[in-house]
């Protein structure tokens, strides 16, 4: 099939992690067989409309640079933009959005060329409460007119039901890299036991919470020690948080790590930890699996999916306690939890193949309509 993917934003040279996501998907879909057209839009132009083009095998990335203007021209200018690309790439299968932003881009290609389209909604900014009014108008127009609706979790999913007008919405995943499926666990010493997070050191990501449950696991004569990857507003108040809790020794701060480094990290660790307030789906935890290591999470959107007796355990959100516990009982249990079948439930739900098929009967059944 031929795929044109409309994300509402993806990387760039100042934000690599930007989008990666879906650029990952983008790719995987290429290597499993389809061609994909990627079209991405920056408002970083120095005049009108410029257009950088790149190819890799089955898959073709249009980055559309425009210098923002008055009233809705910047809008038009986009569109001629992309119905020009479309004649030069041909006639896709399936249009795919990724968030409902670009769905303003999907709908007017639809009139002209009669391809329909999917949105795949990944934004945690419904659960946070951050949508203005407009916005959620926005979104709930581009759902309606969508010909199909998929949500990263079950509980976006929920979420975002209100305003899909009865329509059915599919869980379908984000994927792992398989990079991480290929990394070697380190043969580590027994203890300290090593914890590790990965994430953006911002209150959404609950690493305040998460430094605050391993103060209490130290407190309680656990041998442990927790690695944080990311960078953030944060930094300074969690590195003195650390120290207020007497466990700074125990807990390392690596600052921003680039992602084909995280598995190095992942490697080298027994158990992955994140304590977030917000999360539509998390990578990371797909990711730590990859790799083998079991996880300890808190109930936000996609747990149930994560979460499942062979790869590690749940908690309440802002349960300090909880965490603590669970913390604790993943190192007692350290035995229980096998490697390789953490990697072959991630594999067999997450890995590339695995979302890739999904994606593929999903074009399929929107193309028989």
Not at 131 to 148: D, F, I, S, V
């Amino acid at each position: 099939m031929h795929i044109l993917i409309l994300p509402s934003w993806y990387p760039s040279e100042k934000k690599p992690l930007s989008g990666s996501f879906f650029a990952e998907q983008a790719a995987a879909l290429a290597r499993f067989g389809h061609t994909v057209t990627v079209m991405a839009v920056y408002n970083d132009g120095e005049c009108g409309v410029q257009t950088e083009k790149r190819t890799s095998g089955n898959l073709t990335e249009y980055l559309i640079h425009v210098k923002p203007v008055r009233f809705h021209l910047t809008y038009f200018r986009i569109l001629r933009e992309m119905l020009v690309l479309l004649r030069q790439c041909g006639k896709p299968d399936v249009i795919h959005v990724h968030s409902y932003g670009a769905a303003k881009y999907a709908a007017v290609l639809r009139l002209f060329s009669g391809v329909p389209y999917v949105i795949t909604e990944h934004v945690s900014w419904f659960a946070r409460g951050t949508m203005t009014k407009h916005a959620l108008r926005e979104a709930a127009l581009a759902y309606r007119k969508a010909n199909g609706v998929l949500a990263v979790s079950p509980g976006l999913r929920e979420t975002i039901a209100p305003l899909c007008g009865g329509k059915k919405i599919q869980v379908l995943p984000n994927l792992v890299n398989e990079a991480f499926f290929a990394r070697t666990r380190k043969d580590i010493p027994a203890r300290p036991f090593r914890f590790i997070s990965v994430g953006w050191l911002e209150k959404n990501k609950g690493m305040d919470l998460l430094l605050e449950a391993f103060g209490r696991l130290i407190d309680s004569g656990a041998d442990a020690h927790l690695t944080i990857c990311g960078s953030g507003s944060e930094k300074e108040a969690l590195e003195a948080q650390a120290k207020e809790l007497s466990c700074a020794g125990r807990v390392t701060f690596t600052g921003a790590v680039p992602r084909e480094k995280i598995g190095e990290y992942l490697a080298e660790s027994h158990a992955f930890d994140l304590a977030s307030r917000v999360e539509t789906f998390g990578v990371v935890f797909v990711e730590a699996m990859a790799c083998g290591l079991p996880i300890v999470m808190t109930k936000t959107n996609a747990w149930e999916m994560l979460a499942v007796p062979e790869t590690g355990l749940a908690v309440e959100i802002e349960d300090a306690d909880g965490l603590a516990a669970a913390m604790a009982s993943v190192m007692e249990n350290y035995s229980a939890y096998d490697p390789d079948t953490i990697r072959e439930i991630c594999r067999s739900r997450f890995s590339e193949k695995a979302v890739c098929e999904q994606l593929t009967a999903v074009y399929e059944s929107v193309v028989r309509r």
